[in-house]
Every structure is written in C-alpha cells, then in structure tokens.
C-alpha cells in the first residue's frame, strides 16, 4: 500500500494560496506568488511581487512546488508483512591450533594436508550453512582466546577462521581453559541456545583449569558440548631404516572429549579422515535447532525520487523557455534597431 512518512508535510501546499490572499487584501495580483527564493526568482512567471506571466507558467510553478511538497512528505510503498524466523542458537566453534595440529595425516584427492587445513575446510561449509545462527570462534593452544565474538556476521568468522595460523596460542593444550572461556561468553545467553564445539587432537597439557572441572562449570550453566578428536590411527613415516606404521593420535585423550560430551549433554565424535570430519559436521549440522518467534517487517520503498525529479524537470524545461525567450527578444530588439 501507498503511505506518507510525514503527511503534515502536505500542508504546505495551501503557502502559495495563503500568500495570494495576503497580497490580493492589498492589491490585486495576477499571478502566483510563491516562495521559491532566490534561485527561482529570474524565471518567467516567478516574482516577488506578483507580475503577471503567461498561465501555463503560473501552472508549471505551482506544479513544482506541490511536487515538491509531496517529495517532502515522503511516499512510500509499504509491502506485505514477512516474517523472519530466528534460529534459537549461539553456537561457539573452540579450535585447536597448538603445532600437534600441523601433523599431516589428513588427505585430500591423494594430497596430504595438515589437520588445521581439514579442520577450516570442513568448517568453511558448516559455518556458511549456519544462516540464522549467532556464531563465534575460540582459538586455543596453551591460552584461549576470542577470534570472533558471537555473531551473525558469518562471513567474518569464516575470515577470521582461516587467517588462523599454528602456534598463535602457544605450543600446549589448555582444553581446561579453552572451556571455561567458552562458557564465560555463553553464560548470559537463553539457556537453550548455549552450545560449543570442541574440537582437538590432543590431551589437555596446560591450563588453570581442570577439563573435568570445566565440564561441571558448563553442566551447571546448561552450555552443551560437543568433542571432536581429530587425527588418524596409522600412518606410514619414512626413516633411513625403512618405512613403518606409527599411531599419530596416540595423544589424543578420547576418555577425557567423552566425558566432558557426555556430562554436558553433547556427544563425542572421532574424526580419522577428512570425510569423516565431514560427517560429523554434517551430524552436528542437522540437530533440530530451537526456533524463537520471528521478528517481523513491512519492505518499504522509497518513491519521493519520482515527485522530486519531475520537479526538476520541469524546472529544467522552464530555465530553456526562457533561455529561449531571452533570445528571441534579443533578435527581435537587433532587427528593430537596425530598420531603425
């Protein structure tokens, strides 16, 4: 539907009238005053005093101030009402980026990368498809610290995510810290929506903070969390004395990711290959989020450009009449000199 942002604005279409009336009680005026200012007053049919001008002028000049009154009370088109559903999650991504993460046992099309590399590949995707979702992003090695604060600015934490380097945080594993950071940034939020994603590769190494004691901290401010150990189970390294199958994960402390995931109501998940991280990301991605009552809006178009330009058109064809006219009477004048 058609509205008016300032409909008061419409009274200022009676000024010409109310001016007219105030002149004619003193004398009578053919033509319209109206009060355009300087930057109209040397047009044809503009005056101060009221002289006369041809009607299609005194037309055209009243023509553009009420357009110009209607640009000034601001048209619009309101649409239909749309809703815009809420998804009822904060969701904190805490990655682990101590140097054991540059271990290179992921593997991509016959091309071995490092994990941090599978990591911000897989979470590259999950971020995007996250649309509704205030999320964050926790970095963490021998300190946790916030890369991104919460936010539905995914494209920031996808940014942030992958200008994430090895050894940033330090070279041990604070997963203590790591946690109790990640439940100070969750705590104020709906307890419903409080949920982290913890992925490492390794066992918890520094900290003032125990994991266990962390995962009573988050049970107790009702932050759900959900483990990932990322790393293989074998891989072949090359040695002067031959080849042999080693364990690359060996410090990696399933016992301790299951606990915190089962006390705080998450799940663990173990990721051995770049699909696997896939999947459980893919798992993670279909829990049912909790819908909260949309925000609603009207989109609005501005029309105030449409009466504002005509306006100025007009005034445009107004400025070559007389233009026109000036120059018309300049030859007129010569040929009336020169028969002279």
């Known amino acids: 539907m058609l509205?008016?942002?300032f409909p008061w604005a419409l009274l200022l279409a009676l000024v010409p009238l109310i001016?007219?009336?105030r002149k004619r009680s003193a004398q009578a005026v053919e033509a319209p005053v109206?009060?355009?200012?300087?930057?109209?007053?040397d047009l044809p049919g503009v005056s101060r005093s009221g002289s006369h001008a041809p009607l299609w002028q005194q037309l055209a000049l009243l023509l553009i101030w009420l357009l110009l009154v209607v640009a000034l009370a601001r048209p619009q088109h309101v649409g239909e009402q749309v809703q815009l559903p809420v998804s009822g999650r904060d969701l904190l991504l805490a990655v682990d980026i101590s140097p054991s993460m540059d271990e290179q046992d992921m593997v991509i099309q016959g091309r071995s990368i490092n994990r941090l590399q599978a990591v911000k590949r897989v979470l590259d995707d999950f971020i995007q498809r996250r649309e509704g979702d205030r999320l964050g992003l926790l970095l963490f090695?021998?300190?946790p610290y916030i890369q991104a604060p919460l936010t539905f600015d995914l494209a920031t934490v996808r940014t942030l995510l992958h200008e994430a380097g090895i050894?940033?945080?330090g070279r041990a594993t604070a997963i203590g810290d790591a946690l109790g950071l990640a439940v100070k940034r969750?705590?104020?939020?709906?307890?419903?929506?409080r949920v982290?994603?913890?992925?490492?590769?390794?066992?918890?190494?520094a900290g003032e903070i125990a994991p266990d004691k962390a995962?009573?901290?988050a049970k107790a401010a009702g932050v759900r969390i959900y483990t990932i150990g990322i790393g293989a189970e074998t891989m072949v390294q090359r040695g002067l004395l031959g080849s042999r199958r080693v364990n690359p994960s060996r410090d990696l402390d399933e016992g301790l990711l299951t606990r915190i995931a089962q006390q705080t109501g998450g799940e663990y998940f173990r990721a051995r290959s770049l699909p696997e991280l896939e999947l459980i990301y893919e798992s993670i991605n279909q829990l049912e989020p909790i819908e909260l009552e949309g925000k609603h809006y009207r989109p609005v178009t501005e029309l105030y450009v449409w009466p504002a330009g005509i306006a100025v058109l007009i005034w445009l064809l107004l400025q070559g009449a007389r233009v026109a006219s000036n120059r018309l009477e300049t030859r007129n004048n010569a040929r009336g000199g020169n028969h002279g």
């Open 167 to 169: 050894g940033m945080a």
């Open 186 to 193: 969750l705590r104020d939020r709906p307890q419903e929506q």
């Open 34 to 41: 109206f009060p355009v200012g300087h930057w109209l007053s």
């Open 141 to 143: 090695g021998t300190e």
């Open 19 to 21: 001016i007219r009336l």
């Open 215 to 217: 995962a009573e901290i």
């Open 3 to 5: 509205s008016l942002a």
């Open 196 to 205: 982290v994603i913890l992925l490492t590769d390794g066992a918890n190494t």
